[in-house]
């Protein structure tokens, strides 16, 4: 049985003299410990299927559940990190870390202890006393990655975390992410536009197509781990997508025309 299960996912949002269709009939499955990229343009629905998966949205038809249980709010065994990493700049590395694990009923001490663990998982130890503001970019996320972690999710819904970062950041977060992952058995959904960073990534590549969204190919990424980003075999993948996005980007242009 699969631990993720989408079926006949539909999405519409209201509008003042019409309705938008956003999601149209989307249908996967992912298996425990899986890492999945949802990759397309801008407006072709993949925050969307995020949002719906980790409970802040309703879908307007069709089913999702999680280890075999209906979605239907948010809960901390799915935990979603954002682009803008969401500190609190009034508190410190630590206290925003211990941020999650208030609602868990622990006593002070172990809350601290279970902190300080997550924070050095994400090589930010001797940092729990400095603020937000005077962190770097890169040291922000980590921060944020600790806070989802230190509540033990089963899995992360990630959504463009590293898009705003410089590439040698970009690059050494994505193998921290992998490198976490795979010790913690977590399973992944991660929203990107970034075809390189998807090959790199995922364990399968979910395409995704616009007007309404769904997925429109799914490219299992048999490259063995660890991978290189410039191998025959990533850049083999990276030109097949490419050319898929440029096809799905063509027939998008017509269709407005």
């Given at each position: 049985?699969?631990?993720?299960?989408?079926?006949?996912?539909?999405?519409?949002?209201?509008?003042?003299?019409?309705?938008?269709?956003?999601?149209?009939?989307?249908?996967?499955?992912?298996?425990?410990?899986?890492?999945?990229?949802?990759?397309?343009?801008?407006?072709?629905?993949?925050?969307?299927?995020?949002?719906?998966?980790?409970?802040?949205?309703?879908?307007?038809?069709?089913?999702?559940?999680?280890?075999?249980?209906?979605?239907?709010?948010?809960?901390?065994?799915?935990?979603?990190?954002?682009?803008?990493?969401?500190?609190?700049?009034?508190?410190?590395?630590?206290?925003?870390?211990?941020?999650?694990?208030?609602?868990?009923?622990?006593?002070?001490?172990?809350?601290?202890?279970?902190?300080?663990?997550?924070?050095?998982?994400?090589?930010?130890k001797g940092f729990?006393?400095q603020f937000p503001?005077?962190?770097?970019?890169?040291?922000?996320?980590?921060?944020?990655?600790?806070?989802?972690?230190?509540?033990?999710?089963?899995?992360?819904?990630?959504?463009?975390?590293?898009?705003?970062?410089?590439?040698?950041?970009?690059?050494?977060?994505?193998?921290?992410?992998?490198?976490?992952?795979?010790?913690?058995?977590?399973t992944v959904v991660?929203?990107?536009?970034?075809?390189?960073?998807?090959?790199?990534?995922?364990?399968?590549?979910?395409?995704?197509?616009?007007?309404?969204?769904?997925?429109?190919?799914?490219?299992?990424?048999?490259?063995?781990?660890?991978?290189?980003?410039?191998?025959?075999?990533?850049?083999?993948?990276?030109?097949?997508?490419?050319?898929?996005?440029?096809?799905?980007?063509?027939?998008?242009?017509?269709?407005?025309?």
């Amino acid at each position: 049985m699969a631990y993720i299960k989408v079926e006949h996912l539909k999405k519409d949002f209201p509008m003042k003299d019409s309705v938008q269709h956003v999601l149209g009939d989307v249908n996967f499955e992912i298996e425990k410990g899986e890492f999945i990229c949802l990759l397309g343009f801008s407006g072709c629905g993949k925050s969307t299927i995020l949002n719906i998966l980790a409970g802040f949205e309703k879908p307007t038809e069709g089913t999702v559940t999680i280890g075999g249980e209906p979605v239907t709010a948010p809960s901390p065994r799915y935990i979603t990190i954002f682009q803008h990493y969401g500190l609190l700049p009034w508190k410190n590395v630590l206290k925003n870390v211990e941020l999650g694990l208030e609602t868990l009923h622990l006593k002070e001490y172990e809350r601290k202890e279970m902190a300080r663990k997550y924070i050095e998982l994400v090589g930010l130890k001797g940092f729990e006393d400095q603020f937000p503001m005077q962190l770097s970019g890169g040291q922000q996320q980590r921060v944020a990655i600790a806070r989802g972690l230190a509540v033990n999710p089963e899995c992360l819904f990630m959504d463009e975390p590293f898009g705003a970062l410089d590439p040698i950041i970009r690059n050494k977060l994505q193998d921290d992410l992998l490198s976490i992952v795979k010790e913690q058995n977590k399973t992944v959904v991660f929203v990107t536009h970034d075809i390189e960073e998807a090959v790199y990534l995922a364990d399968r590549v979910f395409v995704m197509k616009s007007s309404p969204g769904h997925i429109e190919k799914i490219y299992d990424i048999r490259i063995p781990r660890p991978r290189g980003r410039n191998t025959p075999a990533t850049l083999q993948y990276r030109k097949k997508i490419y050319e898929k996005l440029y096809s799905i980007q063509e027939e998008q242009v017509e269709y407005i025309i």
